[in-house]
T-cell receptor, first 109, second 117 residues
Framework: QKEVEQNSGPLSVPEGAIASLNCTYS??????FFWYRQYSGKSPELIMS????GDKEDGRFTAQLNKASQYVSLLIRDSQPSDSATYLC?????????FGEGTQLTVNP | ETGVTQSPTHLIKTRGQQVTLRCSSQ?????VSWYQQALGQGPQFIFQ???????GRGNFPPRFSGLQFPNYSSELNVNALELDDSALYLC????????????????FGDGTRLSIL
């Protein structure tokens, strides 16, 4: 079992729709979770961090964490073509970030 | 605020050679982590340096080694290069090492793309 698993992509949504990205993790010692966006050929860019159970909203992005279910999600509202990228979920336990393989999102105009 | 910078951006080496990659951390950050990202995969943790000491290591062989300098910049050295070492090498910096309840986010540089022929 992989330590961090993301829903298999690719995911395609129309412009203006809600994109839902999901992630599960196996290490109960993980305390912090992060969502990174990575455009093709570029490095990961931090878009959200979440540390407590519940929802955290930042603009069009909402991260959700459920430690009992070992589940993290990212919702992107009013999706834009510029949101088309690979989204990486990562959990932090101690010094390391453990990443999922990423979900490729395409937002169609 | 100066972000994380890495050099070089691209590098081509042959099997058996050695390579050194460099990273300058974001202003105010004292911790540097290195990751290897193969095509189509998520980044894999190599190791982390905090205050010039290794502070955690992933599942990489000893031919992957590193340093952190007093100004918090860092180097990744890879000896005896293999074809499978071809990847994007990412450096990330963060503030402090809590190892506890709340870990500070890591911010990535643009990476070094290493190709082994």
């Amino acid at each position: 079992q992989k330590e961090v698993e993301q829903n298999s992509g690719p995911l395609s949504v129309p412009e203006g729709a809600i994109a839902s990205l999901n992630c599960t993790y196996s290490d109960r010692g993980s305390q912090s979770f992060f969502w990174y966006r990575q455009y093709s050929g570029k490095s990961p860019e931090l878009i959200m961090s979440i540390y407590s159970n519940g929802d955290k909203e930042d603009g069009r992005f909402t991260a959700q964490l459920n430690k009992a279910s070992q589940y993290v999600s990212l919702l992107i509202r009013d999706s834009q073509p510029s949101d088309s990228a690979t989204y990486l979920c990562a959990g932090n336990s101690g010094s390391r970030l453990t990443f999922g393989e990423g979900t490729q999102l395409t937002v169609n105009p | 605020e100066t972000g994380v910078t890495q050099s070089p951006t691209h590098l081509i080496k042959t099997r058996g050679q050695q390579v050194t990659l460099r990273c300058s951390s974001q202003s105010g950050h004292n911790t540097v982590s290195w990751y290897q990202q193969a095509l189509g995969q998520g980044p894999q943790f190599i190791f982390q340096y905090y205050r010039e000491e290794e502070n955690g290591r992933g599942n990489f062989p000893p031919r992957f080694s590193g340093l952190q300098f007093p100004n918090y910049s860092s180097e990744l050295n890879v000896n005896a290069l293999e074809l499978d070492d071809s990847a994007l090498y990412l450096c990330a910096s963060s503030l402090g090492v809590t190892g506890g309840v709340k870990n500070q986010p890591q911010h990535f540089g643009d990476g070094t793309r290493l190709s082994i022929l």
